[in-house]
Structures are given as C-alpha cells and as structure tokens.
C-alpha cells in the first residue's frame, strides 16, 4: 500500500472514530463563522536541510446559512541549496457545506495570485509571478469541546506544466474555542504534502489564532 492510500485510511478512520463521539452543537466548528486569523506554518521537506515556512492573515464570512467565503493574504518564505525565495500569496475562497447527524461534509475551490521573489549569491535572479487554484474536500466533525477536519486537497497554478508544482495535501486540522460562545479558538492542522513529479515532498504543522467578529 503506498502512502496516499495509508494517509487515505487513516484519515478515513479518524473520521469514523470522531463521527461516533459527535456533538451536535454548531459552537465548537468554524465552518458558518464570521472570524479573523492569524497562523504560521512550518514544513519539513524531504532531500532538503531547509525548512519553508509561512505566515498568514485570513478572513472568512458566511454570506448563507451554507455557503462561506474567505481570504488570505499570506508570506512564505524557503532556501534550498543557495536559492532564496520569497513568496506573496493573495487568495480568495468558496466553501460549501450541509449538516448530516452533526457532521458537515464540505468542498472549498480557492483562486488566488502569487508573486515570487528568487535570489542566488550573486543576487537577482527571477520574479515569476502567475495565478494560483486549489479544491478541498473534507468533513468538520464537532467533538466537544472542540472540532476536528480531516481533509484532501489539490493545489496548482496556471503555469506551463513545465514550471507548475501541483500537490496534494493529506491533513487533520483541530479547532477549539476557548469557552462554549468565546470570541477567540486556537487551531493546529498538520498532514503530508506529496508534491507530483518531485522528490520534494514533506510533512507540515500550522499553529494559529481565530477571533470571531
């Protein structure tokens, strides 16, 4: 079995562990708030002495009873080897969803627009920059006191094949408000990135804060 599908089963079975210990309370989830956020990620990648991280602002809103949009306006940052490279990313979303028995399946397409910065030794070397698109599939499972989100997502640009990096995320974000009705919840999301067509692959951990307003 290769690690898509194990990263496929394990997701699948801690969703069906939490499923059974659901809460049906709508207060412990994210998805239907109106809240801010802030997050740094760190990401370990194979074949490589350097990590890549990244901080990240975000909004989201439901504009219906089934239906949320969000943005984020994030900064990356990774070397490998002697190249430097800075990243600004711009990104809008759509997630919709539906309450089944407590447990909210939901699907998110994003389009955002990224703009990079490359630089060797001797200084200036490129600045690509080009449109981004990413789709996600997953549940939010309400286990009181908090939630917890197994999800897939898919993520590439519209770039020449020859320059694109599509990946797919395997991961489980955990939020917890800090008091039944609070205004503010910190979350961890953490998976496997398996970037195609690449050896640079690698397993990431985000930490953040979410205030509602």
């Known amino acids: ?32 708030q109106r809240y801010g956020s802030f997050s740094f990620t760190d990401q370990s990648v194979k074949h490589s002495s350097n990590d890549l991280y990244d901080v990240d602002f975000g909004l989201n809103d439901p504009i219906t009873r089934y239906l949320d949009l969000s943005g984020d306006l994030a900064y990356a940052n990774s070397k490998h080897a002697s190249l430097q490279r800075h990243s600004y ?10 309450a089944v028995k407590g447990l909210k399946p939901f699907a998110t397409v994003n389009l955002g627009y990224e703009w990079d910065n490359l630089n ?22 309400p286990t009181y006191p908090a939630s917890v989100s197994p999800y897939i997502t898919h993520q590439d640009d519209f770039r020449h094949s ?8 395997y ?20 998976g496997y990135q398996d970037v195609m067509h690449s050896i640079y692959d690698g397993w990431y951990f ?8």
Not at 3 to 28: G, M
Not at 92 to 97: F, L, N
Not at 122 to 128: A, H, K, V
């Open 1 to 32: 079995m290769n690690l898509t599908r194990k990263l496929v089963v394990v997701l699948a079975a801690a969703a069906v562990t939490c499923a059974v210990h659901a809460d049906t309370s709508d207060t412990v989830g994210t998805l239907g």
């Open 89 to 98: 990313i711009l990104d809008t979303g759509a997630t919709g969803y539906w």
């Open 120 to 141: 060797a030794p001797l200084g200036y070397l490129d600045r690509p920059n080009y449109g981004t698109w990413a789709t996600t599939v997953g549940v939010e499972i």
């Open 162 to 169: 020859a320059h694109s990096n599509p990946a797919n995320d």
């Open 171 to 190: 991961g489980v974000q955990v939020n917890y408000w800090f008091k039944t009705h609070s205004d503010w919840a910190v979350f961890a999301d953490s």
């Open 206 to 213: 985000t930490i953040g804060l979410r205030e509602k307003f």
